[in-house]
């Protein structure tokens, strides 16, 4: 038996979008969630922080000064972390920051992650189509019809070029092709607007294989 089909606001028009429950019908997993957006932002870090050790330092390893007589402080070598110019301990090294998520816990976090959006009216879907020809003033007047509270996460495909310039430049508004949009970048926004052929992308990335697609 198919699965009920959950409604979603379609800008510039009156009628409602059918979303399959089999995606957004998913109850909330918090720590599923948590686990697959902490490794989406990981994913994102450069890792390319770096500091010099004491044997790193462009610095002379002669002892400051002899050890009796001065009536100063004994002192070894220049080079410690606590002298001016010495190396820094325990400091950030180059590395990679991935965190590694299976992939039904990744797909489970995003049906999760849409799901939310899905069941307080958050997600509207969108024709490309009318934004064949750029214009910001249009999807600023299709989102203030909508009016949603806060930032708007704007989910396209990457040939609907016309949708990517007719939004990048309002302010609150982040867009992504569907390919690279992230449970952290969907839970992260309170409201999300999706093109239709980027709403069969996200379907497909969140799809319960063990259930054959959610069909």
């Given at each position: 038996m198919a699965d009920a089909a959950i409604k979603a606001t379609?800008?510039?028009k009156q009628a409602k979008t059918d979303l399959p429950a089999s995606v957004f019908g998913e109850e909330f997993h918090e720590s599923l969630v948590h686990e697959a957006a902490r490794a989406d932002l990981a994913a994102r870090r450069r890792g390319t922080a770096s500091t010099l050790g004491r044997g790193?330092?462009?610095?002379?390893?002669?002892?400051?000064?002899?050890?009796?007589?001065?009536?100063?402080?004994?002192?070894?070598?220049?080079?410690?972390p606590h002298r001016r110019g010495g190396g820094v301990a325990f400091g950030p090294k180059p590395r990679s920051h991935t965190v590694k998520v299976n992939?039904?816990?990744?797909?489970?976090?995003?049906?999760?992650?849409?799901?939310v959006h899905a069941s307080r009216g958050s997600i509207a879907?969108?024709?490309?189509?009318?934004?064949?020809?750029?214009?910001?003033?249009?999807?600023?007047q299709a989102l203030a019809k909508w009016a949603p509270d806060g930032r708007?996460?704007?989910?396209?495909?990457p040939e609907e070029t016309g949708v990517y310039k007719?939004?990048?430049n309002l302010p609150g508004v982040t867009v992504l092709p569907a390919g690279a949009a992230g449970v952290a970048d969907v839970i992260g926004h309170p409201s999300i607007a999706v093109s239709a052929a980027a709403l069969e992308v996200l379907e497909a990335r969140a799809a319960d294989v063990t259930r054959g697609g959610g069909s």
């Open positions: 379609t800008l510039g790193e330092v462009s610095m002379t390893t002669a002892k400051a000064w002899k050890q009796k007589g001065t009536g100063r402080a004994r002192a070894g070598a220049l080079s410690v992939r039904k816990a990744r797909r489970r976090a995003l049906r999760s992650a849409l799901s879907v969108f024709d490309a189509s009318a934004f064949a020809e750029p214009s910001t003033k249009s999807a600023a708007t996460l704007v989910i396209c495909d007719s939004f990048r």
